[in-house]
C-alpha cells in the first residue's frame, strides 16, 4: 500500500512540473537584431548597448555593471580593447559561457565596454 502512495504522489510532481513547463515556463529570451532598421546601417548608440546589456548582462554583472556573479565592467575598457571584449564575448572566459549575446549585438556592447575607463 505504501508503494502505491509513493508512486501516486511522483507521478501527481511530474504531472506538475510538466504543466508548469507546458503553460508557464517561457524559455530564455530571444534579444531581436539591432541592424535591422531602413537605412541598412546598423546604429552602435549607447543606448542601444545598454538595452542589450540590461537584457543579456545584468544577471552577472549587476545593474549598474558592479559586478555580482561576474566581474566589474565599469572600467573594462582600461584592461581590454574592443576586439578583445568582442572575444570574450563570442567565446566565453573562466564562467562566462560563449555566445550569450550574437551577431551585430557583439560588436555593439564591445565597443561601449571599450569607452569604459
Not at 6 to 20: D, G, Q, W
Not at 63 to 80: E, F, M, N, R, V
Request: charged content about 15%; glycine content about 12%.
Amino acid at each position: 500500500m505504501k508503494k502505491t502512495y509513493m508512486i501516486t504522489s511522483f507521478n501527481v510532481i511530474l504531472a506538475a512540473c510538466l504543466v508548469f513547463l507546458l503553460f508557464v515556463y517561457e524559455g530564455p529570451k530571444q534579444s531581436q537584431s539591432v541592424s535591422a532598421n531602413a537605412g541598412g546601417t546598423s546604429s552602435a548608440s549607447a543606448g542601444n548597448a545598454e538595452d542589450i546589456v540590461g537584457k543579456n548582462c545584468i544577471t552577472c554583472h549587476g545593474d549598474q555593471l558592479q559586478g555580482g556573479a561576474g566581474p566589474a565592467l565599469t572600467k573594462i575598457g582600461s584592461k581590454y580593447n574592443q576586439s578583445e571584449i568582442e572575444n570574450i564575448i563570442k567565446n566565453g572566459k573562466n564562467a562566462m559561457p560563449a555566445g550569450v549575446i550574437s551577431g551585430d549585438e557583439v560588436t555593439i556592447v564591445a565597443k561601449w565596454l571599450s569607452e569604459k575607463k
